[in-house]
């Protein structure tokens, strides 16, 4: 699983039942802008195949 979040990526492999955690650094969510935000995951199997990708819309609120 590829997890994409503001420019920043990071690959991290799934468990045999599909399950998977990423964390996500401090400094990356502390440099959010304010307003939505999308947060994009996209899967590749053993045999190559990617699926397309998932997407996730969140809005931040600073609290700066």
Same mark, same amino acid.
């Given at each position: 699983v590829t997890l994409t979040l503001n420019g920043w990526s990071r690959n991290k492999? +799934?468990?045999? !039942?599909?399950?998977? !955690?990423?964390?996500? =650094?401090?400094?990356v969510l !502390? +440099?959010? =802008?304010?307003?939505p935000v999308q947060f994009l995951a996209r899967s590749v199997d053993l045999a190559g195949n990617e699926s397309p990708a998932a997407s996730r819309n969140v809005t931040v609120i600073s609290t700066n």
């Open positions: 492999n +799934a468990s045999t !039942s599909g399950d998977w !955690s990423l964390e996500v =650094p401090r400094t !502390s +440099a959010l =802008p304010a307003g």
